[in-house]
């Protein structure tokens, strides 16, 4: 079965950083991509950053652009988000997902991770 496990979360203020981490089993990223997605209450889950597995090609959202940085680790079979000068408005759970390819839209994904919290104080 297709396992995904996060960490990293966590509380920080405002201007903190995080890193959240993304743990496959098996083949769940190659040949795909991963995604990192975000959703608050009442609101869409939405579209943060991905990754092509094989050649690293990467996606950001428009409001993480040069602050999330996602890359993996393919030893690892790890994939990463890290995240700089975060802002209150970061706040959310913030979920991975395996898809076939890279795509903002989270229908595209097939596998998602169990979400980790994160939090943003002023």
């Known amino acids: 079965q297709v396992q995904m496990v996060e960490s990293g979360g966590g509380l920080v203020q405002a201007g903190g950083s995080l890193r959240l981490s993304c743990v496959g089993s098996?083949?769940?990223?190659?040949?795909?991509?991963m995604g990192w997605f975000r959703q608050v209450p009442g609101k869409e889950r939405e579209f943060v950053a991905g990754?092509?597995?094989?050649?690293?090609?990467?996606e950001h959202a428009d409001s993480v652009k040069g602050r999330f940085i996602c890359s993996r680790d393919i030893l690892k079979n790890t994939g990463y988000l890290q995240m700089n000068t975060l802002r209150p408005e970061d706040t959310a759970v913030y979920f991975c997902?395996?898809?076939?390819?890279?795509?903002?839209?989270?229908?595209?994904?097939?596998?998602w991770g169990q979400g980790t919290q994160v939090t943003v104080s002023p």
């Open positions: 098996g083949r769940t990223f190659s040949g795909g991509a």
């Open positions: 990754i092509a597995w094989t050649f690293g090609v990467t």
């Open positions: 997902a395996s898809g076939r390819q890279l795509s903002r839209d989270p229908a595209n994904y097939d596998y």
